[in-house]
């Protein structure tokens, strides 16, 4: 293990535990929790005593006798000709992602989701302009013809859900060289970048728990401005739901944020929804849940725009978001069935 090979390199070197920490720039201390394995050096500790030691990284990392399966062996069979080689279907070569491409990736998900995040909110929000207009136009004191209302709103209503888009197209073709990661394709980390993926999830660890309850806080406890509105008059009741949906849209959001983040880490060590069962099942649901969601939308339009019930036609995706579990575990089932 690490803390061993730290060790005995130390002693080749002739180097005492104080001799090392002065050499990194650390604590004795530090050196000896390394060495009793309490701690774990991070990646940038990793590849300066990498360089002290003049040894590679992977040789650092890597457990004893741990070694890359070679694909032709001397053992294979004397039927295959000369300078031919067959990889078994176990030995398939994969993709090897270094720990700068790891760190890339990390990074450009962070940049993702707080641009994804925006464009979920303009897209929450978008209908929001129309609603008041249209509540202001239906009241006493408005002083905006019917009409009027429903042209601006729905002016304001593109040019948000436009804005969101464009977002999403972005974020789509800049993430396009990481699109394997999310296929059945096989590929690994090396050596350096799992250390590096597996210390950056222990450190996001509390982070997420923390920032997913809040969220969902925020998002059980949006309601309350259209409860507080239910004895006031309609125009009062019409801004209270604008409210609403701004305070659920912050608290989905912040749910986008901290779970794309999270699902990057999962992509890369093969968890979660990323293992190599659950991308096969994505085959099949990815399509599916997407098709699902734009028939939602397709239905909330309708609904509005002919019936002009705007203020209640948001209850299609309360429904269909019930609905999307049953839909999602009707498609799980296929597809096991499928692979079994």
Same mark, same amino acid.
């Given at each position: 293990?690490?803390?061993?090979?730290?060790?005995?390199?130390?002693?080749?070197?002739?180097?005492?535990?104080?001799?090392?920490?002065?050499?990194?720039?650390?604590?004795?201390?530090?050196?000896?929790?390394?060495?009793?394995?309490?701690?774990?050096?991070?990646?940038?500790?990793?590849?300066?005593?990498?360089?002290? $030691?003049?040894?590679?990284?992977?040789?650092?990392?890597?457990?004893?006798?741990?070694?890359?399966?070679?694909?032709?062996?001397?053992?294979?069979?004397?039927?295959?000709?000369? =300078?031919?080689?067959?990889?078994?279907?176990? @030995?398939?070569?994969?993709?090897?992602?270094?720990?700068?491409?790891?760190?890339? $990736?990390?990074?450009?998900?962070?940049?993702?989701?707080?641009?994804?995040?925006?464009?979920? $909110?303009?897209?929450?929000?978008?209908?929001?302009?129309?609603?008041?207009?249209?509540?202001?136009?239906?009241?006493?004191? =408005?002083?905006?013809?019917?009409?009027?209302?429903?042209?601006?709103?729905?002016?304001?209503?593109?040019?948000?859900?436009?804005?969101?888009?464009?977002?999403? @197209?972005?974020?789509?073709?800049?993430?396009?060289?990481?699109?394997?990661?999310?296929?059945?394709?096989?590929?690994?980390?090396?050596?350096?970048?799992?250390?590096?993926?597996?210390?950056?999830?222990?450190?996001?660890?509390?982070?997420?728990?923390?920032?997913?309850?809040?969220?969902?806080?925020?998002?059980? $406890?949006?309601?309350?401005?259209?409860?507080?509105?239910?004895?006031?008059?309609?125009?009062?009741?019409?801004?209270?739901?604008?409210?609403?949906?701004?305070?659920?849209?912050?608290?989905?959001?912040?749910?986008?944020?901290?779970?794309?983040?999270?699902?990057?880490?999962?992509?890369?060590?093969?968890?979660?929804?990323?293992?190599?069962?659950?991308?096969?099942?994505?085959?099949?649901?990815?399509?599916?849940?997407?098709?699902?969601?734009?028939?939602?939308?397709?239905?909330?339009?309708?609904?509005?725009?002919?019936?002009?019930?705007?203020?209640?036609?948001?209850?299609?995706?309360?429904?269909?978001?019930?609905?999307?579990?049953?839909?999602?575990?009707?498609?799980?089932?296929?597809?096991?069935?499928?692979?079994?």
């Amino acid at each position: 293990m690490l803390a061993d090979k730290i060790t005995q390199l130390r002693k080749k070197n002739g180097w005492s535990q104080e001799e090392l920490a002065n050499r990194m720039e650390i604590s004795r201390q530090a050196v000896s929790k390394w060495e009793s394995n309490q701690t774990t050096p991070d990646i940038e500790k990793i590849i300066q005593l990498s360089s002290l $030691f003049g040894v590679t990284i992977d040789s650092l990392l890597k457990e004893d006798g741990e070694h890359t399966p070679e694909t032709c062996s001397q053992s294979q069979s004397p039927s295959v000709q000369q =300078g031919e080689c067959q990889t078994p279907s176990s @030995l398939k070569p994969a993709i090897q992602i270094t720990w700068e491409e790891a760190q890339n $990736f990390l990074e450009l998900q962070r940049e993702f989701s707080w641009k994804i995040a925006l464009g979920v $909110f303009l897209c929450i929000f978008s209908p929001i302009p129309l609603i008041i207009l249209s509540g202001i136009a239906g009241s006493s004191i =408005g002083s905006i013809s019917g009409t009027t209302a429903a042209t601006i709103g729905l002016v304001v209503l593109f040019a948000f859900v436009i804005g969101a888009v464009t977002i999403f @197209l972005y974020c789509g073709f800049k993430g396009e060289p990481f699109q394997f990661l999310e296929k059945n394709i096989p590929f690994e980390l090396e050596s350096t970048a799992r250390h590096f993926v597996l210390e950056q999830k222990k450190q996001q660890r509390s982070g997420y728990i923390k920032w997913n309850i809040i969220a969902i806080c925020i998002c059980i $406890f949006s309601p309350i401005p259209v409860l507080l509105s239910l004895f006031g008059s309609e125009l009062l009741r019409v801004i209270m739901v604008t409210v609403t949906m701004v305070i659920a849209g912050i608290g989905v959001a912040i749910f986008i944020v901290v779970n794309i983040r999270n699902e990057a880490l999962q992509k890369l060590l093969k968890e979660g929804d990323y293992t190599e069962k659950a991308k096969m099942q994505n085959e099949l649901k990815g399509p599916i849940m997407g098709a699902y969601w734009c028939i939602l939308v397709a239905i909330y339009l309708f609904w509005s725009f002919t019936a002009d019930s705007w203020k209640i036609s948001w209850i299609v995706f309360v429904a269909g978001g019930i609905l999307s579990s049953l839909v999602e575990g009707l498609c799980i089932f296929i597809s096991n069935k499928r692979q079994g």
